[in-house]
Protein backbone atom coordinates (compact mmCIF):
# COMPACT_ATOMS: atom_id res chain seq x y z
CA UNK A 1 0.00 0.00 0.00
CA UNK A 2 2.83 2.10 0.98
CA UNK A 3 4.01 1.23 -2.64
CA UNK A 4 0.83 2.61 -4.38
CA UNK A 5 0.80 5.81 -2.36
CA UNK A 6 4.15 6.49 -3.71
CA UNK A 7 3.36 6.04 -7.19
CA UNK A 8 0.39 8.20 -7.14
CA UNK A 9 1.74 10.65 -5.89
CA UNK A 10 4.59 11.18 -8.21
CA UNK A 11 1.70 11.23 -10.96
CA UNK A 12 0.20 13.55 -8.78
CA UNK A 13 3.19 15.97 -8.45
CA UNK A 14 4.35 15.79 -12.61
CA UNK A 15 0.45 16.66 -12.97
CA UNK A 16 1.41 20.05 -10.28
CA UNK A 17 4.13 20.24 -11.80
CA UNK A 18 2.61 20.83 -15.19
CA UNK A 19 0.19 23.17 -13.94
CA UNK A 20 2.67 25.34 -12.39
CA UNK A 21 4.88 25.62 -15.12
CA UNK A 22 1.87 27.09 -16.82
CA UNK A 23 1.09 29.20 -14.09
CA UNK A 24 4.76 30.37 -13.25
CA UNK A 25 5.35 31.59 -16.66
CA UNK A 26 8.18 34.84 -17.15
CA UNK A 27 5.56 37.40 -17.21
CA UNK A 28 3.84 36.37 -13.90
CA UNK A 29 6.75 36.06 -12.28
CA UNK A 30 7.98 39.19 -12.93
CA UNK A 31 4.81 40.77 -11.97
CA UNK A 32 4.67 38.37 -8.83
CA UNK A 33 8.28 39.64 -8.13
CA UNK A 34 7.03 43.31 -8.23
CA UNK A 35 3.96 42.70 -5.71
CA UNK A 36 6.31 40.97 -3.02
CA UNK A 37 8.71 43.56 -3.47
CA UNK A 38 5.92 46.20 -3.35
CA UNK A 39 3.72 44.47 -0.76
CA UNK A 40 7.32 44.12 1.54
CA UNK A 41 7.84 47.98 1.26
CA UNK A 42 5.09 48.92 2.72
CA UNK A 43 4.53 46.28 4.91
CA UNK A 44 7.80 47.44 6.56
CA UNK A 45 6.64 51.36 6.58
CA UNK A 46 3.43 50.67 8.35
CA UNK A 47 5.10 48.81 10.54
CA UNK A 48 6.99 51.45 11.78
CA UNK A 49 4.14 53.07 12.51
CA UNK A 50 2.95 50.65 14.87
CA UNK A 51 3.06 50.39 18.73
CA UNK A 52 2.39 48.08 21.37
CA UNK A 53 -0.95 48.75 23.56
CA UNK A 54 -3.25 48.30 20.51
CA UNK A 55 -6.48 46.85 21.42
CA UNK A 56 -7.17 44.75 17.68
CA UNK A 57 -3.86 43.65 17.11
CA UNK A 58 -4.25 40.67 19.43
CA UNK A 59 -7.54 40.22 17.12
CA UNK A 60 -5.96 40.45 13.82
CA UNK A 61 -3.26 38.46 14.70
CA UNK A 62 -5.81 35.61 16.20
CA UNK A 63 -7.40 35.50 12.13
CA UNK A 64 -4.18 35.59 10.39
CA UNK A 65 -3.17 32.56 12.66
CA UNK A 66 -6.93 30.95 12.39
CA UNK A 67 -6.88 31.07 8.37
CA UNK A 68 -3.28 29.75 8.25
CA UNK A 69 -4.51 26.85 10.06
CA UNK A 70 -7.40 26.09 7.62
CA UNK A 71 -4.88 25.93 4.81
CA UNK A 72 -3.30 22.16 3.39
CA UNK A 73 -5.61 19.46 3.50
CA UNK A 74 -5.72 15.75 3.97
CA UNK A 75 -4.10 14.49 0.46
CA UNK A 76 -5.37 10.88 0.30
CA UNK A 77 -5.14 10.63 -3.97
CA UNK A 78 -8.18 8.21 -3.26
CA UNK A 79 -10.12 8.12 -7.04
CA UNK A 80 -13.67 6.83 -7.42
CA UNK A 81 -12.84 3.65 -8.75
CA UNK A 82 -11.21 2.30 -5.97
CA UNK A 83 -14.19 1.82 -3.76
CA UNK A 84 -13.97 -1.15 -6.29
CA UNK A 85 -11.07 -2.18 -6.62
CA UNK A 86 -9.63 -1.66 -3.31
CA UNK A 87 -12.52 -2.95 -0.92
CA UNK A 88 -10.57 -6.06 -0.87
CA UNK A 89 -7.68 -5.02 0.68
CA UNK A 90 -9.52 -2.18 2.70
CA UNK A 91 -7.89 -3.30 5.89
CA UNK A 92 -4.55 -2.87 4.52
CA UNK A 93 -5.45 1.27 3.36
CA UNK A 94 -4.46 2.31 6.76
CA UNK A 95 -0.41 2.33 5.97
CA UNK A 96 -1.66 3.72 2.37
CA UNK A 97 -4.02 6.60 4.47
CA UNK A 98 -0.78 7.04 7.20
CA UNK A 99 1.47 7.52 3.92
CA UNK A 100 -1.32 10.43 2.83
CA UNK A 101 -1.53 11.81 6.20
CA UNK A 102 2.80 12.22 6.46
CA UNK A 103 2.66 13.79 2.75
CA UNK A 104 -0.14 15.97 3.76
CA UNK A 105 1.56 17.30 7.12
CA UNK A 106 5.12 17.97 5.04
CA UNK A 107 2.83 20.33 3.29
CA UNK A 108 0.91 21.73 6.11
CA UNK A 109 3.68 22.44 7.77
CA UNK A 110 5.74 24.24 5.28
CA UNK A 111 2.18 26.81 5.26
CA UNK A 112 2.72 27.22 8.98
CA UNK A 113 6.31 28.26 8.71
CA UNK A 114 5.54 30.55 5.77
CA UNK A 115 2.45 32.44 7.79
CA UNK A 116 4.76 32.49 11.33
CA UNK A 117 7.63 34.76 9.00
CA UNK A 118 5.06 37.05 8.13
CA UNK A 119 2.79 37.28 10.83
CA UNK A 120 6.23 37.33 13.21
CA UNK A 121 7.72 40.96 12.71
CA UNK A 122 3.90 42.62 13.23
CA UNK A 123 3.75 40.59 16.43
CA UNK A 124 7.13 41.47 17.57
CA UNK A 125 6.10 45.12 16.93
CA UNK A 126 2.68 45.14 18.92
CA UNK A 127 3.49 43.01 21.81
CA UNK A 128 7.01 42.95 22.14
CA UNK A 129 7.31 38.64 23.01
CA UNK A 130 10.00 37.36 23.66
CA UNK A 131 12.21 35.03 21.53
CA UNK A 132 11.45 31.85 22.70
CA UNK A 133 7.69 33.39 23.13
CA UNK A 134 7.51 33.45 18.94
CA UNK A 135 8.92 29.88 18.79
CA UNK A 136 6.30 28.23 21.07
CA UNK A 137 3.71 30.23 19.08
CA UNK A 138 5.26 28.26 16.17
CA UNK A 139 4.82 24.87 17.86
CA UNK A 140 1.63 25.97 19.11
CA UNK A 141 0.72 26.21 15.08
CA UNK A 142 2.64 22.64 13.72
CA UNK A 143 0.38 20.79 16.77
CA UNK A 144 -2.81 22.46 15.71
CA UNK A 145 -2.39 21.34 12.34
CA UNK A 146 -1.61 18.19 13.06
CA UNK A 147 -4.66 17.99 15.36
CA UNK A 148 -6.73 19.25 12.71
CA UNK A 149 -5.36 16.73 9.95
CA UNK A 150 -5.63 13.84 12.06
CA UNK A 151 -9.13 14.16 12.96
CA UNK A 152 -9.73 14.67 9.40
CA UNK A 153 -8.13 10.99 9.33
CA UNK A 154 -10.50 9.77 11.72
CA UNK A 155 -13.03 11.34 9.21
CA UNK A 156 -12.57 8.92 6.61
CA UNK A 157 -13.39 5.80 8.58
CA UNK A 158 -17.18 4.83 10.26
CA UNK A 159 -16.73 6.09 14.04
CA UNK A 160 -19.12 5.40 17.05
CA UNK A 161 -17.87 8.83 18.31
CA UNK A 162 -18.69 11.19 15.32
CA UNK A 163 -17.03 14.58 17.43
CA UNK A 164 -13.62 13.12 16.44
CA UNK A 165 -14.01 14.48 12.80
CA UNK A 166 -16.04 17.32 14.17
CA UNK A 167 -14.74 20.06 11.56
CA UNK A 168 -15.90 23.36 13.29
CA UNK A 169 -14.86 21.87 16.51
CA UNK A 170 -11.22 21.25 15.27
CA UNK A 171 -10.77 23.46 12.75
CA UNK A 172 -12.43 26.80 13.98
CA UNK A 173 -13.12 26.14 18.13
CA UNK A 174 -10.21 24.48 19.58
CA UNK A 175 -7.43 26.88 17.35
CA UNK A 176 -9.18 30.03 18.60
CA UNK A 177 -9.66 28.64 22.16
CA UNK A 178 -6.01 28.35 21.62
CA UNK A 179 -4.80 31.34 20.05
CA UNK A 180 -6.43 33.39 22.77
CA UNK A 181 -4.57 31.65 25.54
CA UNK A 182 -1.15 31.99 23.75
CA UNK A 183 -2.06 35.84 23.02
CA UNK A 184 -3.63 36.87 26.09
CA UNK A 185 -2.54 34.85 28.88
CA UNK A 186 1.07 33.25 27.82
CA UNK A 187 2.18 31.41 24.95
CA UNK A 188 2.99 28.11 26.89
CA UNK A 189 -0.59 27.83 28.11
CA UNK A 190 -1.37 27.79 24.32
CA UNK A 191 1.00 25.59 23.62
CA UNK A 192 -0.31 22.92 27.00
CA UNK A 193 -4.14 23.48 25.18
CA UNK A 194 -2.71 22.13 21.92
CA UNK A 195 -1.10 18.87 23.12
CA UNK A 196 -4.12 17.93 25.29
CA UNK A 197 -6.36 18.07 21.90
CA UNK A 198 -3.46 16.46 19.97
CA UNK A 199 -3.34 13.98 22.44
CA UNK A 200 -6.93 13.55 22.53
CA UNK A 201 -7.06 13.23 18.61
CA UNK A 202 -4.07 11.03 18.17
CA UNK A 203 -5.09 8.70 21.19
CA UNK A 204 -8.45 7.91 19.35
CA UNK A 205 -6.82 5.98 16.52
CA UNK A 206 -7.34 3.01 18.82
CA UNK A 207 -10.87 3.32 18.42
CA UNK A 208 -11.28 3.80 14.70
CA UNK A 209 -8.44 2.78 13.18
CA UNK A 210 -9.48 -0.83 12.65
CA UNK A 211 -13.43 0.10 12.11
CA UNK A 212 -14.48 0.15 7.95
CA UNK A 213 -13.89 2.91 5.75
CA UNK A 214 -16.41 5.71 5.00
CA UNK A 215 -15.47 5.33 1.15
CA UNK A 216 -18.11 8.00 -0.02
CA UNK A 217 -16.40 10.59 2.17
CA UNK A 218 -13.19 10.13 1.84
CA UNK A 219 -13.99 10.13 -1.76
CA UNK A 220 -16.14 13.14 -1.58
CA UNK A 221 -13.52 15.10 0.35
CA UNK A 222 -10.70 14.33 -2.18
CA UNK A 223 -12.77 15.38 -4.95
CA UNK A 224 -13.17 18.78 -3.22
CA UNK A 225 -9.67 19.46 -2.44
CA UNK A 226 -8.91 18.56 -6.07
CA UNK A 227 -11.69 20.46 -7.42
CA UNK A 228 -10.00 23.65 -4.73
CA UNK A 229 -6.53 23.14 -6.72
CA UNK A 230 -8.14 23.42 -10.19
CA UNK A 231 -9.86 26.03 -9.41
CA UNK A 232 -6.65 28.08 -8.43
CA UNK A 233 -4.62 26.77 -11.69
CA UNK A 234 -7.95 28.12 -13.64
CA UNK A 235 -6.96 31.19 -12.35
CA UNK A 236 -3.95 31.13 -15.04
CA UNK A 237 -4.46 28.74 -17.44
CA UNK A 238 -7.16 26.00 -18.99
CA UNK A 239 -8.29 22.94 -16.95
CA UNK A 240 -9.76 20.53 -19.16
CA UNK A 241 -10.51 18.13 -15.64
CA UNK A 242 -12.67 21.28 -14.23
CA UNK A 243 -15.90 20.64 -14.80
CA UNK A 244 -18.39 23.14 -14.74
CA UNK A 245 -21.94 24.02 -13.45
CA UNK A 246 -24.52 26.23 -14.39
CA UNK A 247 -26.48 28.11 -12.12
CA UNK A 248 -29.26 30.99 -12.52
CA UNK A 249 -28.81 33.92 -11.14
CA UNK A 250 -32.12 36.02 -11.07
CA UNK A 251 -31.01 38.98 -9.33
CA UNK A 252 -28.58 39.83 -13.08
CA UNK A 253 -31.70 39.59 -15.03
CA UNK A 254 -32.14 43.50 -15.11
CA UNK A 255 -29.02 43.72 -16.89
CA UNK A 256 -29.42 40.55 -19.30
CA UNK A 257 -33.04 42.01 -20.28
CA UNK A 258 -31.56 44.90 -21.73
CA UNK A 259 -30.40 42.69 -24.59
CA UNK A 260 -32.88 43.13 -27.67
CA UNK A 261 -34.24 39.28 -29.04
CA UNK A 262 -33.07 40.31 -32.92
CA UNK A 263 -30.86 38.30 -35.17
CA UNK A 264 -27.71 40.38 -34.59
CA UNK A 265 -27.58 39.74 -30.96
CA UNK A 266 -27.75 35.88 -30.82
CA UNK A 267 -24.47 35.50 -29.55
CA UNK A 268 -24.19 38.64 -27.62
CA UNK A 269 -27.39 36.60 -25.64
CA UNK A 270 -25.55 33.41 -25.45
CA UNK A 271 -21.94 35.17 -24.41
CA UNK A 272 -24.08 37.42 -21.37
CA UNK A 273 -26.03 34.82 -20.09
CA UNK A 274 -23.47 31.89 -20.62
CA UNK A 275 -21.16 33.86 -18.82
CA UNK A 276 -23.26 35.11 -15.73
CA UNK A 277 -24.06 31.60 -15.39
CA UNK A 278 -21.26 29.32 -16.14
CA UNK A 279 -19.81 28.83 -12.08
CA UNK A 280 -16.65 28.58 -13.16
CA UNK A 281 -16.09 31.59 -15.61
CA UNK A 282 -18.23 34.02 -12.91
CA UNK A 283 -16.27 32.44 -10.21
CA UNK A 284 -13.05 33.03 -12.13
CA UNK A 285 -14.29 36.91 -12.43
CA UNK A 286 -15.43 37.47 -9.22
CA UNK A 287 -12.42 36.00 -7.45
CA UNK A 288 -9.99 38.18 -9.54
CA UNK A 289 -12.21 41.22 -9.00
CA UNK A 290 -11.99 41.15 -5.11
CA UNK A 291 -8.63 40.00 -4.71
CA UNK A 292 -7.59 42.95 -7.14
CA UNK A 293 -9.64 44.93 -4.92
CA UNK A 294 -8.26 43.86 -1.49
CA UNK A 295 -5.00 44.18 -3.37
CA UNK A 296 -5.71 47.98 -4.12
CA UNK A 297 -6.84 48.74 -1.04
CA UNK A 298 -4.32 47.48 1.18
CA UNK A 299 -1.42 49.58 -1.17
CA UNK A 300 -0.66 53.09 -0.81
CA UNK A 301 1.90 54.96 -3.22
CA UNK A 302 1.76 56.67 -6.86
CA UNK A 303 3.08 53.68 -9.08
CA UNK A 304 1.98 50.37 -7.24
CA UNK A 305 -1.22 50.58 -7.61
CA UNK A 306 -1.31 51.60 -11.24
CA UNK A 307 0.75 48.77 -12.30
CA UNK A 308 -1.68 46.62 -9.75
CA UNK A 309 -4.57 47.68 -10.92
CA UNK A 310 -3.67 46.84 -14.69
CA UNK A 311 -2.30 43.78 -14.00
CA UNK A 312 -5.68 42.62 -12.62
CA UNK A 313 -7.56 44.26 -15.65
CA UNK A 314 -5.05 42.09 -18.06
CA UNK A 315 -5.51 38.87 -16.00
CA UNK A 316 -9.24 39.00 -16.03
CA UNK A 317 -9.38 39.73 -19.64
CA UNK A 318 -7.10 37.44 -21.05
CA UNK A 319 -9.13 34.50 -18.42
CA UNK A 320 -12.44 35.70 -20.54
CA UNK A 321 -10.90 34.67 -23.74
CA UNK A 322 -11.03 30.66 -24.07
CA UNK A 323 -15.15 31.54 -22.93
CA UNK A 324 -15.12 32.79 -26.85
CA UNK A 325 -15.15 29.06 -27.95
CA UNK A 326 -17.85 28.19 -25.59
CA UNK A 327 -20.25 27.41 -28.12
CA UNK A 328 -18.38 25.93 -30.94
CA UNK A 329 -18.96 22.16 -30.19
CA UNK A 330 -23.05 23.09 -29.67
CA UNK A 331 -24.07 21.77 -33.04
CA UNK A 332 -27.08 24.42 -32.82
CA UNK A 333 -24.95 27.74 -32.97
CA UNK A 334 -23.47 26.80 -36.55
CA UNK A 335 -26.76 26.59 -38.36
CA UNK A 336 -27.60 30.27 -36.84
CA UNK A 337 -28.05 32.30 -40.11
CA UNK A 338 -25.37 34.84 -37.89
CA UNK A 339 -21.93 35.44 -39.27
CA UNK A 340 -18.73 35.03 -37.37
CA UNK A 341 -18.42 39.00 -37.34
CA UNK A 342 -21.50 39.49 -35.35
CA UNK A 343 -19.88 36.59 -32.96
CA UNK A 344 -16.77 38.51 -32.58
CA UNK A 345 -18.40 41.71 -31.57
CA UNK A 346 -20.79 40.27 -29.29
CA UNK A 347 -17.86 38.57 -26.98
CA UNK A 348 -15.77 42.04 -27.66
CA UNK A 349 -18.88 44.13 -26.20
CA UNK A 350 -19.39 41.27 -23.26
CA UNK A 351 -15.81 41.61 -22.58
CA UNK A 352 -15.70 45.33 -22.83
CA UNK A 353 -18.64 45.88 -19.95
CA UNK A 354 -16.90 43.14 -17.70
CA UNK A 355 -13.45 44.85 -18.01
CA UNK A 356 -15.24 48.02 -17.94
CA UNK A 357 -16.77 47.29 -14.71
CA UNK A 358 -13.74 45.63 -13.35
CA UNK A 359 -12.04 49.19 -14.44
CA UNK A 360 -14.63 51.14 -12.45
CA UNK A 361 -14.80 48.79 -9.08
CA UNK A 362 -10.84 49.34 -8.99
CA UNK A 363 -10.70 53.09 -9.48
CA UNK A 364 -12.79 53.67 -6.52
CA UNK A 365 -10.54 51.44 -4.79
CA UNK A 366 -7.61 53.40 -5.22
CA UNK A 367 -9.51 56.69 -4.94
CA UNK A 368 -10.89 56.01 -1.68
CA UNK A 369 -7.26 54.41 -0.19
CA UNK A 370 -5.19 57.26 -2.07
CA UNK A 371 -7.67 60.07 -2.24
CA UNK A 372 -4.71 62.58 -1.48
CA UNK A 373 -2.28 61.71 -4.30
CA UNK A 374 -4.24 62.90 -7.57
CA UNK A 375 -1.53 61.62 -9.93
CA UNK A 376 -2.27 57.57 -8.97
CA UNK A 377 -5.93 58.43 -9.04
CA UNK A 378 -5.52 60.12 -12.84
CA UNK A 379 -3.09 57.55 -13.97
CA UNK A 380 -5.26 54.65 -13.10
CA UNK A 381 -8.31 56.18 -14.57
CA UNK A 382 -6.36 56.99 -17.46
CA UNK A 383 -4.02 53.97 -17.69
CA UNK A 384 -7.32 51.30 -17.42
CA UNK A 385 -8.94 52.87 -19.63
CA UNK A 386 -6.38 52.62 -22.57
CA UNK A 387 -5.55 48.98 -21.75
CA UNK A 388 -9.19 48.21 -21.83
CA UNK A 389 -9.69 49.66 -25.26
CA UNK A 390 -6.13 47.90 -26.61
CA UNK A 391 -7.23 44.84 -25.03
CA UNK A 392 -10.21 44.11 -26.57
CA UNK A 393 -10.02 45.91 -30.02
CA UNK A 394 -6.62 45.00 -30.73
CA UNK A 395 -5.12 42.13 -28.74
CA UNK A 396 -8.30 40.23 -28.83
CA UNK A 397 -9.04 39.80 -32.13
CA UNK A 398 -5.55 38.73 -32.65
CA UNK A 399 -5.21 36.46 -30.61
CA UNK A 400 -8.49 34.94 -31.21
CA UNK A 401 -7.46 34.48 -34.72
CA UNK A 402 -4.32 32.77 -33.93
CA UNK A 403 -6.41 30.20 -31.90
CA UNK A 404 -8.63 29.62 -34.56
CA UNK A 405 -5.57 28.60 -36.55
CA UNK A 406 -4.75 26.32 -34.21
CA UNK A 407 -8.08 24.45 -33.21
Given amino acids: ?28 VLALLFVIGGLGYYYSNALKQLHTGLWWAPILIIGILLVSVQLGRFATLIEAPDYV ?7 ELYQYLKSGFKYSLSIAVAIQVLFWILVMPFIQVTMHP ?41 RWLVPVITFAFSIYVNYWSGLVVSVVALAVSYFSRNQWAT ?50 LIPKNTYLYLYAHGIVRDNEMSGLYVRLLVIGTL ?6 GEILPIFLSLLFVYLIGFQMIPFYFHFSDNAFV ?53 EIWAFVYLYLPRRLAKSERVR
Fill in 334 to 386: HVYPVTNEYQLKSFQRVLLYLLTTVGVVFAVAVAAVNFTTIITIIGVIVGEAL
Fill in 295 to 300: FLVFVK
Fill in 130 to 170: MAIDLYLLLATLVILKMTWLNTDFARKYHLKRNWLSNRPLF
Fill in 85 to 91: FLLPREA
Fill in 211 to 260: RSLDWTTMIADENSRMHTVYQFFNLFTDVPTLQGSVKRRRYVDVILNQIK
Fill in 1 to 28: MKQLFRQRLTTHLKEMMRYLRLVFNDYF
